[in-house]
């Protein structure tokens, strides 16, 4: 059984930092492109990064290129996403997915399996 296990989400004043994790299991780890999405309020759930099997390819969203990194340890089976510089239209449930494919996208039917989400809010 997959399980996706996101951490990390917390409250943050804009302009900080904040780091989350996933945790993966039940799947090959190294075989699966991951991805980082987040769904506001009363909003649709939006692409904010991915990355390839090894970690040497990365995807992000306009929104959060240049503030947010998302790498991975294919060792411990887990992806991660440090944001810097947050802003208040950061504040979302945050999560975590997997996807059987070589391919990167920041599209969330393409990907198989998902976390349970972690919250992040960012004061203003």
């Known amino acids: 059984q997959v399980q996706l296990v996101d951490s990390g989400g917390g409250l943050v004043q804009a302009g900080g930092s904040l780091g989350l994790s996933c945790a993966a299991s039940g799947l090959t780890f190294s075989s699966h492109v991951m991805g980082w999405f987040r769904q506001a309020p009363g909003k649709e759930r939006e692409f904010v990064a991915a990355?390839?099997?090894?970690?040497?390819?990365?995807y992000y969203a306009d929104s959060v290129k240049g503030r947010f990194a998302i790498s991975r340890d294919n060792a411990k089976n887990t992806v991660y996403l440090q944001m810097n510089t947050l802003k208040p239209e950061g504040t979302a449930v945050y999560y975590c997915a997997a996807r059987r494919s070589i391919r990167l996208t920041g599209t969330p039917a393409a990907y198989d399996y998902w976390g349970q989400g972690t919250q992040v809010t960012v004061s203003s």
């Open positions: 990355i390839s099997w090894s970690g040497a390819y990365t």
